[in-house]
């Protein structure tokens, strides 16, 4: 620890005998080196869990089984849902706050560098035991994402290798997080006050706290569900008195939460993009982060709602159902910030304001169908249909992860000092914003006519919006490796990039060189 | 919020200044203090676990294997209608037994002690123990339903081969609104895992008398 503290004053005589090759790599505690380690991390597991999600469609494309086994199905949905919200989304915006966070409040690295290298060198190790869990005898867990007993309870090993790797990207998280925190609360350049700070830094103090707060619950739902499993404990247990709908409640207590994780960040992101390309301040930025804050707090008293249906009072359900549709209105209040920065601006679209307008756009309407779900009488129709699947991608696929993207290409000149191909990111963004649309809005009409999620087959009205689904899966799926395209060619080479290639970007990133030097801000900026 | 973060000292010319060695310090104490609140939420996560079981207790949500000693407010039987109790009955996990109720239904008035006698055989070569849990439909009917006595109070232990009849004792609560006219009672007896084997002392207790040491060695 000591050494990692006093690494800032003395780098300068080990910058020239940095290990070269595969060991600079597995030994940086550089905030750059580790962001860009976890951005190639997450978009590995993205490819990964988007080939479960075409394994999933293809055998969705027909009804009847053709292609897997129902068994195989139910670890394939399992492990999409695990693999791309642990493994491609949260890494993603760890590996943004890892690159961004220091160059935004003008400090040389993170707070801890040795443990922030460490966060990241525990992900590897957790992905491969969700990949080997495929090949262990019964297969992979498949008792979906949110691991419900008793299926978790009574499955084969699959399932302890799943609650290990949970454990392990946990731990890791919660490093990442009181690494941010610690960062943003004690490292800030002087006179960059919390009120000065960009939003996407204000954002991610929030989900921080949001982190640190939940991911211990998480780890205390899925040990008692080990002990369970093998020592013979009953917490979830009916015949030794344990309850399974308490895993429910235990787990959403998390889990709400952990859906604002992978979202808070998004705004962040796209708060720094609207103004940077409409050209004026963030409409509201007090507001903003008033907003950012009441949807945290607000994020803990809702989580009943993702279980209506398990039989609680209509007390609780009024109550879960009013706080739910309360978060709309924090969540309004950004919406509307956004729009009200657009107006009257001079607006551009390059790639990350197309994607930014893109996410305000099919984020509002998964929003909306979340108001939908959060009314009780309804959401006990739609429970468990095609209609919450399409909900939730609305929100974190053309939410989270369309904001990843405005993001990339945002920041992508000052990570490799080259311009990207700008006809092909907006090609990227239109074949993906198309091609989302193809394979989820038909979903919703899927659910409201009652085809439950998670099953390998169906009934034959279903037939047509299924193979419409498909169709539009494969195209969005392609449409990433276009995305890699890109981002690779802009690595190796295109267009110098400016220091500040975006006219209208504020912030102290754009003070430092495109690219960004492995070292930065050794002496802090001064802001008035 | 913004506490001890302005830094008032003039700046210095270069990095390792005073400021190096105070930003340290302040990590550090951050560090400590984001792992106690870490600690706290692990601990928090099982903390949910009795708090939850105290809630239903209180609130009656879930006491479903425990006697229902609470008083009506009206003891008056409401002979004036009849309601329809319907009785079922199933085994999980393999559980090596016979479980079936001796009549099917009962038509009773609410407010009026009925019983209803469940047989239940071992027929594995080897002491089991279960556990029934009792499920109601309509959902509704749950909270009028009061079990005065049953089986599924304790846990069973059968003996190898031993057959056993046990009753259920209970009252339709005369406040069961007007439109529910059939309760079913559905009962899933669960193997306890590991009680039979290990011979416990809560589980001998648990066993009603009849199930004896020199029986369960006769196998």
Known sequence: ?528 | MDGGNDRPAPMQPGHGGPDAGDTASDNRVTLRKLLVVTGLMFGFGFALVPFYEKLCDVTGINRIVKRDDHKPANTQVDTSRSVTVEFDANLRSNLPWTFKPLETSVRVHPGEIATVVYEVSNVAGRAVTGQAIPSYGPMLAAQFFRKIECFCFDKQEMAAGETRQMPIAFVVDPSLPSDVNTITLSFTFFEVAGRAQAGTPLATAAAPAGVTAPQSKIQ
């Open chain 1, 1 to 528: 620890m000591q050494a990692t503290h006093s690494h800032p004053a003395v780098h300068d005589h080990h910058a020239h005998a940095q290990p070269t090759g595969l060991m600079r790599w597995i030994t940086t505690t550089n905030h750059k080196d580790i962001g860009t380690m976890y951005l190639w991390f997450s978009f590995t597991m993205f490819l990964v869990g988007g080939i479960l999600a075409l394994a999933l469609r293809s055998e969705l494309f027909q009804p009847g089984l053709q292609l897997v086994e129902p068994e195989v199905f139910n670890q394939l949905t399992t492990m999409h849902g695990v693999i791309m919200v642990f493994g491609a989304i949260m890494p993603a915006f760890v590996g943004f706050a890892n690159w961004m966070i220091p160059l935004q409040i003008g400090a040389a690295d993170m707070a801890f560098a040795r443990m922030n290298n460490w966060s990241f060198w525990l992900l590897p190790p957790a992905a491969l035991l969700l990949v080997i869990s495929f090949f262990v005898p019964g297969g992979a867990a498949a008792g979906g994402w949110t691991l419900y007993p008793p299926l978790s309870v009574q499955m084969g090993p699959g399932m302890d290798l799943a609650i290990f790797a949970l454990h392990i990207l946990g731990a890791s998280s919660i490093m990442g997080s009181i690494n941010i925190v610690t960062t943003i609360l004690n490292m800030r350049a002087p006179g960059m006050t919390l009120m000065k700070m960009p939003l996407f830094c204000w954002t991610w103090l929030i989900t921080a706290y949001l982190l640190i707060a939940v991911m211990p619950v998480l780890a205390g739902a899925i040990t008692m569900i080990l002990t369970d499993r093998h020592f013979d404990t009953h917490f979830f247990n009916a015949a030794g008195g344990g309850d399974p709908v308490l895993f429910q409640h235990v787990f959403w207590f998390f889990g709400h939460p952990e859906v604002y994780i992978m979202i808070l960040p998004a705004f962040g992101i796209v708060s720094e993009i609207i103004p940077a390309f409409a050209r004026k301040p963030l409409f509201g930025y007090t507001s903003m982060v008033y907003a950012t804050s009441s949807i945290a707090i607000l994020s803990f008293i809702v989580w009943a709602h993702h279980m209506f249906t398990v039989g609680m009072p209509a007390t609780a359900q009024l109550f879960f159902m009013y706080a739910t549709m309360l978060i709309a209105v924090p969540t309004g209040v950004k919406v509307f910030n956004w729009v009200a920065t657009m107006w009257k601006g001079s607006m551009t679209f390059e790639t990350p304001m197309l994607f930014a307008c893109g996410f305000i756009f099919v984020f509002t309407m998964g929003g909306f169908t979340g108001l939908i779900l959060a009314i009780t009488p309804i959401d006990i129709q739609l429970h468990d249909t095609y209609f919450v699947v399409a909900h939730f991608h609305y929100v974190l696929v053309a939410g989270s992860l369309f904001a990843l993207f405005a993001g990339v290409y945002y920041w992508l000149p000052k990570w490799t000092g080259h311009m990207y191909n700008e006809t092909l990111g907006k090609a990227h963004f239109w074949l993906s914003v198309i091609f989302f649309n193809i394979t989820f809005f038909v979903q919703h009409f899927l659910g409201l006519a009652g085809m439950p999620r998670r099953v390998p087959d169906y009934a034959l009205q279903f037939a047509d919006f299924n193979m419409i689904s498909t169709i539009g899966a494969f195209g969005f799926g392609i449409t990433q490796l276009l995305f890699l395209y890109i981002v690779v060619s802009c690595i190796r080479g295109g267009e110098k990039a400016a220091d500040k290639p975006w006219e209208g970007a504020q912030g102290l990133e754009w003070t430092v060189p495109s690219p960004a030097p492995h070292h930065t801000f050794e002496t802090p900026p001064v802001v008035r």
